[in-house]
């Protein structure tokens, strides 16, 4: 698909069609990034996506989450000492 360039201001503007914005999950905000001279368009996500995603305690990304898991509450009693 061929498309213009058009001058807004003094930076330019690309008119995306309906149909493409839709195909790449497009609806107000972009990610731009330029890789080998080419640029790259793709769709934001959330400045907090994934943020309350439950945590998968397998996953090794989590780390120590399979911890807490374990952790019983008497763990808790008692002065700590520094």
């Known amino acids: 698909m061929l498309a213009t360039i058009r001058k807004i201001g003094n930076s330019r503007g690309l008119i ?3 149909p493409l914005l839709a195909a790449c999950g497009i609806e ?3 990610e731009l990034t330029v890789e080998a001279g080419k ?3 793709k769709a934001s996500k959330p ?5 309350f995603v439950a945590e998968d305690a397998t996953d090794p990304a ?6 807490w898991d374990r952790a019983e509450a008497s763990d808790d009693e ?3 000492e520094w």
């Not at 400045?47 to 943020?51: Q, T």
């Not at 989590?62 to 911890?67: E, K, R, S, V």
């Open 16 to 18: 995306i069609p309906a």
């Open 78 to 80: 008692g002065d700590w």
């Open 28 to 30: 107000s905000s972009v």
């Open 39 to 41: 640029l790259i368009v």
């Open 62 to 67: 989590y780390g120590d989450a399979a911890l």
């Open 47 to 51: 400045v907090r996506a994934g943020w």
